[in-house]
């Protein structure tokens, strides 16, 4: 009896196992699905780079979660409920265009309905980075401008955007960076 009791309260004292979540965004279909533990709990519409401005393909982690972030880089924009994915701040995020949904409308990031950014924000806060997957797959056309050229070179996501949190994103020597706006 005193062993199962001891047992008992061990497991009881365990953290609880984080459920892997996997996130898969389908360039092409310009859709994201959203598994816990292999069992797909979401779909959605999203919006992930146009031309110049391709989301990389590639499997991540999230590396940042920010629940009220603006773009240092576009004019201020708002990203709520941001999950950032790579170093050079290309996220997944609530956006407020609803209407470009299912099209490829973005700088890079991959835009969400903001109920929807809400919704996989919290998951993801709750299960843990550690324990989320980013997959993305697809094409989003013959890159030109920015990372890439017509030619087909290869694009590099680094030059995407030049965010980089240290230097121009959110603090630059402990002080607010100054504010950037994009030139037409």
């Known amino acids: 009896m005193a062993c199962a009791a001891t047992l008992l309260a061990v497991a009881a004292l365990a ?18 699905t959203v598994t816990v533990d292999g069992q797909e709990r979401h779909a959605w519409a999203v919006s ?13 982690q999230p590396n940042r979660l920010v629940a009220d972030h603006r ?5 201020d924009a708002p990203m709520p409920h941001s999950i950032f994915f790579t170093e050079a701040g ?3 995020h609530g956006s407020t265009a609803v209407r470009r949904l ?7 990031c991959v835009r969400l309905a903001p109920a929807h950014a809400r919704a996989l924000f919290a998951l993801v806060r709750t299960e ?7 997959e993305i797959t697809g094409t989003e056309g013959i890159a030109t401008g ?10 590099d996501y680094r030059r995407l955007t030049s965010f980089n ?4 994103g959110i603090m630059v020597g402990g002080t607010e960076a100054p504010r950037r706006t994009r030139t037409p």
Not at 102 to 108: C, F, K, L
Not at 146 to 155: N, R
């Open 15 to 32: 953290p609880a196992r984080a459920a892997e979540v996997v996130v898969r965004v389908d360039k092409d279909a310009q859709r994201m």
């Open 48 to 60: 992930t780079g146009a031309s110049g401005y391709e989301t990389p393909a590639g499997s991540f």
């Open 71 to 75: 773009s240092k880089e576009w004019d």
């Open 90 to 92: 290309h996220a997944i």
């Open 102 to 108: 299912g099209s490829p409308a973005s700088h890079g």
């Open 128 to 134: 843990g980075m550690g324990s989320t997957r980013i």
């Open 146 to 155: 920015v990372a890439g050229g017509a030619s087909g070179t290869p694009l």
């Open 165 to 168: 949190p240290m230097v121009s």
